[in-house]
T-cell receptor, first 113, second 115 residues
Framework: NAGVMQNPRHLVRRRGQEARLRCSPMKGHSHVYWYRQLPEEGLKFMVYLQKENIIDESGMPKERFSAEFPKEGPSILRIQQVVRGDSAAYFC???????????FGQGTRLTVV | AQTVTQSQPEMSVQEAETVTLSCTYDTSESNYYLFWYKQPPSRQMILVIRQEAYKQQNATENRFSVNFQKAAKSFSLKISDSQLGDTAMYFCAFLGIQGAQKLVFGQGTRLTINP
């Protein structure tokens, strides 16, 4: 059973471009979370999704950021018109059910130049 | 809103020594989970240990143990017989039972084990 897979591991974008980060949860997991980690800081919650539904997006910036978890395929975190301040590591975690362990992917390091 | 505070940005000990990392948190909930995660240079978030608030017994995993003081809202991690491979960032995290299952992380403690 493969773990949580995130790709790409590293992503470089120029200011104004779009960034798409992918997360394939562990097999059978229908709960997905996205977190952002700025340099030298802890992870900050962004969004919680279940299949085809956004449950909690209270940590998402109001503009330029969106997330989806379609019925088929990976969860996608999309950042439009990236700015330097979006440079961070973005982590995905998946969970089989509530109150069970969340497993993390290895993260995607986004660098905006 | 819940908050998690780790007051030690960095710590350094010699191999084989015991080290304790501090964590305090704030919540109005009575039942919740607390975690310690390890993040080595590879960036992978690795679960070290988990504590359920309704359990009075402190969790233990091999060389790792916690001192959970619910009234004081304190959750420290003790690493015994420290090894070079323990060098990493360590994050304390809170998970409430109510509402969305989002982890709240502390700022982290950078632990270095010296040979």
């Amino acid at each position: 059973n493969a773990g949580v897979m995130q790709n790409p591991r590293h992503l470089v974008r120029r200011r104004g471009q779009e960034a798409r980060l992918r997360c394939s949860p562990m097999k059978g997991h229908s709960h997905v979370y996205w977190y952002r980690q700025l340099p030298e800081e802890g992870l900050k919650f962004m969004v919680y999704l279940q299949k085809e539904n956004i449950i909690d997006e209270s940590g998402m910036p109001k503009e330029r950021f969106s997330a989806e978890f379609p019925k088929e395929g990976p969860s996608i975190l999309r950042i439009q018109q990236v700015v330097r301040g979006d440079s961070a590591a973005y982590f995905c975690a998946s969970q089989l059910d509530v109150n069970t362990e969340a497993f993390f992917g290895q993260g995607t390091r986004l660098t905006v130049v | 809103a819940q908050t998690v505070t780790q007051s030690q940005p960095e710590m350094s000990v010699q191999e084989a020594e015991t080290v304790t990392l501090s964590c305090t948190y704030d919540t109005s909930e009575s039942n919740y989970y607390l975690f310690w995660y390890k993040q080595p240079p590879s960036r992978q978030m690795i679960l070290v240990i988990r504590q359920e608030a309704y359990k009075q017994q402190n969790a233990t995993e091999n060389r790792f143990s916690v001192n959970f003081q619910k009234a004081a809202k304190s959750f420290s991690l003790k690493i015994s017989d420290s090894q070079l491979g323990d060098t990493a960032m360590y994050f304390c995290a809170f998970l409430g039972i109510q509402g969305a299952q989002k982890l709240v992380f502390g700022q982290g403690t950078r632990l270095t084990i010296n040979p």
